[in-house]
């Protein structure tokens, strides 16, 4: 399903985007923090990208799969010389520490040959985490919550879905 909210924004629904793990209360594997990223990009084909994304974070024992939104086409900021971009929101549950986390994230954008060539650059797949519990933090490698997430449709439109 398609549903276009303006001349700019269109949401995109499929069987896993928007998802929610209605069995994840009953999951004996405990995991203690919830941790929200945004997900994005805009090279190649990222439908099938966050596809990818989802099964490997589904399998991958470290996280458990809580909940995802819908997928927004919305245009780039920033750099305004590319394509437009695709961003989602996918909510897990952790035991990781918030630079654990983080850790793990970048070798998934890796995994899809992320590169990091200057800022709001076109990418094949960006990994922000937005929320970690509660908590605030700034270091250099990380800022929770998310820099600037408040002024971002590619952000808050998906966010509306999975709170």
Do not use: W
Not at 9 to 35: A, D, G, Q, W
Request: glycine residues 4%; aromatic residues 12%; proline residues 6%.
């Amino acid at each position: 399903m398609i549903q276009k909210i303006d001349e700019n924004l269109t949401l995109y629904f499929n069987n896993r985007f928007p998802y929610t793990n209605n069995l994840c209360i009953e999951n004996k594997k405990h995991k203690s923090n919830r941790v929200t990223i945004g997900i994005g990009g805009n090279i190649g084909n990222v439908m099938q990208k966050f596809k990818q994304l989802f099964l490997m974070l589904q399998k991958d024992s470290r996280f458990l799969l809580v909940k995802t939104s819908p997928i927004l086409k919305n245009p780039p900021f920033g750099y305004l010389e590319q394509d437009d971009f695709l961003n989602a929101i996918i909510i897990l549950k952790t035991n990781l520490s918030p630079i654990e986390s983080l850790n793990a994230f970048q070798r998934y954008e890796l995994r899809f040959k992320r590169m990091r060539s200057f800022q709001d650059a076109p990418r094949t797949l960006d990994i922000d985490i937005i929320f970690y519990n509660q908590i605030s933090m700034d270091t250099k490698r990380l800022t929770i919550p998310h820099k600037g997430y408040k002024n971002r449709p590619s952000v808050l439109i998906p966010l509306r879905y999975v709170t």
